[in-house]
């Protein structure tokens, strides 16, 4: 079954702690954070002082994304916050193995974001250590775009070469009931979203409607 992960990017900041309990009532698997640094990406949002804060009001996993110029010095940060997923943008990794393993090491579960001009084999190497590929299928940044139809190539490209293999693939970026369905057929496990969740005030019924 597929897993459905909102992204509280598009809550009300003002009433996190409100929307978090709300989402896990309506039925959402996971919890996606973007954590984005203004650097890394043209936008600024939260840091784990603020995770930390809603920790205590669920118990959905949090599935951090990391849009983040140098995440190795933030992990240890968001570990402590209480992530249970982090997951690092692989253009923005150097040393991607040795972050992964650093990942691995702190007891979290380890994801690699690529975005959507980056080619899939970046990961051959790495396959071992890691839990989740996150197939961006917008430009990261921002919540409310269009999603990006040559990534279904992707994802059922990231689904052969996972085979046999415990990994997750995760889409993030425009996903809507039509996108979802397409991301589904081509391999997705998770789906993440944002404007399609928090349209209007059931929860309950847009995460069903991406089911
Ligand atoms: C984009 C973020 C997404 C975003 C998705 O950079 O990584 O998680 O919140 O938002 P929607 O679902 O509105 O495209
Ligand atoms: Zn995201």
Known sequence: MVLIAPSILAADFGRLREEVAALEKAGAD????????????PNLT?????????????????????????????LAWFADAGA??????????PHLDRTLAEIKSLGLRAGVSLNPSTPEKVLTYVLDKVDQILVMTVNPGFGGQNFIPAQLNKIARVKEMTKGRHIKIEVDGGINPLTAAECTAAGADILVAGTAVFAGKDYKKNIEALR
């Open 30 to 41: 996971l919890l996606h954070c973007d954590v984005m640094d203004g650097q890394y990406v």
């Open 46 to 74: 939260f840091g784990p002082a603020v995770l930390k804060s809603i920790r205590p009001y669920t118990k959905l996993d949090f599935d951090v994304h990391l849009m983040v110029q140098n995440p190795d010095k933030m």
């Open 84 to 93: 249970d997923i982090l997951t690092v943008h692989a253009e923005a990794c």
